[in-house]
C-alpha cells in the first residue's frame, strides 16, 4: 500500500509542488541525487571512480512531449558524453538514457534517430549507452529500438525489470555474446495482470531471471541493494565460473555506499547509477517506492532537521 502510494505521489502535481517547496528537502534530496547541474554530476563521478567504482549517468527530465523538448534532452547528453570525453572518464562512467526523454512517447522513430546520435558521442567518448525501462507500456518499443541500436552499437545495454511476469523471458532473448543486461526490480506502478505486486514474488522472480543471465552468454549488470541478493549473485558466478570481470553489481548513488566499497575492494565491478538535473521529483518518490528505508531516511532527516 505504502508503495503504491509513492507512485501516485510520483504522478501528483500537489504532491510535486509540496515535495519541491518543503524547507529542507534539497538537502536530503542530493542524498540520492547528485545535483542539478552537468558540473555537480561531474565532480560525484571524479569522486566515486577514484575511489576505485564506476558510474552510470542519468540526466533527468520529464518524458519529451514534442520535438523541440526532445532535442534538448538529446543535447544534454551530448553535452554531458563531451565532458566525460575531455575529463578522460569514459573508460568509468556511461550513460543511462530513458527513451521518453527523447521521443518515445510521439514517435517511436525519431526517439530511435536521437539515441543513434546519443550512441555515437558515447563511442567517441570510449563509453556506451544503457537504455532505462520505465514503465510497462513502453518495454516492447524500448526493446525494438535497443534490437536496431545493436545493429551499429553492439555495446548498447537495456534494463529488464524483475517485477514484469515477463521478466524471465526477456531475460533469456538478451542472454546472448555481448549482451549488456541490466537486471532490476522495477520502481514503476503497474497493473497485477503484467507484474508482481509482492516483495516476496519479485525478489523470486529477480532471482529466477539472475540464474538465467548469470548462466547465458552476456554481460549482467545485477543492480540490487539487496544483501541476500548480493551473495546470491556470488554464489551464482562461482557456480557459472564467471570472472569478476564477467558481470558487475549496481547500485544508486547514496545508497549503501560502504557495500559499494567493499564489493569494489573485494575485486567485483561496482558500478553506481548517478542521476542529476532539476527535474528530480520522480526519481526521487520512485526511489522511496522501492525501498522503504529510503522514506523513513527522508523522514528521519527532516524531522531532526525542523
Not at 137 to 155: I, K, Q
Request: with cysteine; hydrophobic share 40%; charged share 30%.
Amino acid at each position: 500500500m505504502l508503495r503504491q502510494a509513492l507512485l501516485a505521489a510520483s504522478r501528483s502535481g500537489g504532491a510535486r509542488r509540496l515535495v519541491r517547496t518543503a524547507p529542507l528537502t534539497r538537502g536530503v534530496v542530493r542524498r540520492f541525487i547528485a545535483g542539478e547541474s552537468l558540473d555537480d554530476a561531474l565532480r560525484a563521478t571524479e569522486a566515486l571512480t577514484g575511489t576505485g567504482l564506476l558510474v552510470s549517468l542519468d540526466v533527468l527530465g520529464e518524458a519529451a512531449r514534442d520535438e523541440g523538448q526532445a532535442d534538448v534532452a538529446v543535447k544534454r547528453y551530448l553535452e554531458l558524453l563531451d565532458r566525460l570525453s575531455a575529463a578522460g572518464l569514459g573508460a568509468r562512467a556511461e550513460a543511462s538514457l530513458k527513451l521518453t526523454a527523447v521521443g518515445q512517447a510521439f514517435d517511436e522513430d525519431r526517439a530511435l534517430e536521437n539515441a543513434r546520435r546519443i550512441c555515437g558521442a558515447a563511442r567517441s567518448a570510449s563509453t556506451a549507452v544503457t537504455l532505462d525501462t520505465e514503465e510497462h507500456e513502453t518495454v516492447d518499443s524500448t526493446l525494438r529500438v535497443l534490437h536496431e541500436l545493436r545493429r551499429d552499437f553492439p555495446d548498447t545495454g537495456v534494463a529488464i525489470q524483475a517485477y514484469l511476469r515477463r521478466a524471465e523471458e526477456y531475460c533469456a532473448e538478451l542472454a546472448y555474446e555481448g549482451s549488456r543486461v541490466r537486471l532490476c526490480k522495477g520502481a514503476y506502478a503497474a497493473p497485477d495482470t503484467v507484474a508482481f505486486t509482492g516483495k516476496d514474488e519479485v525478489d523470486r522472480s529477480y532471482v529466477r531471471c539472475m540464474k538465467v543471465l548469470m548462466a547465458g552468454k552476456g554481460y549482467p549488470m545485477l543492480a540490487t541493494h539487496d544483501p541476500r541478493l548480493v551473495e546470491i549473485a556470488a554464489a551464482l558466478a562461482v557456480l557459472n565460473e564467471r570472472e569478476p570481470g564477467d558481470f558487475e553489481y549496481q547500485m544508486l548513488y547514496g545508497i549503501r555506499p560502504q557495500e559499494q566499497r567493499r564489493l569494489a575492494a573485494q575485486g567485483a565491478r561496482v558500478r553506481v547509477y548517478v542521476a542529476y538535473g532539476d527535474e528530480w521529483y520522480g526519481y526521487f518518490m520512485r526511489r522511496m517506492a522501492e525501498r522503504p528505508a529510503n522514506l523513513g531516511f527522508f523522514l528521519r532527516s527532516v524531522a531532526t532537521r525542523s
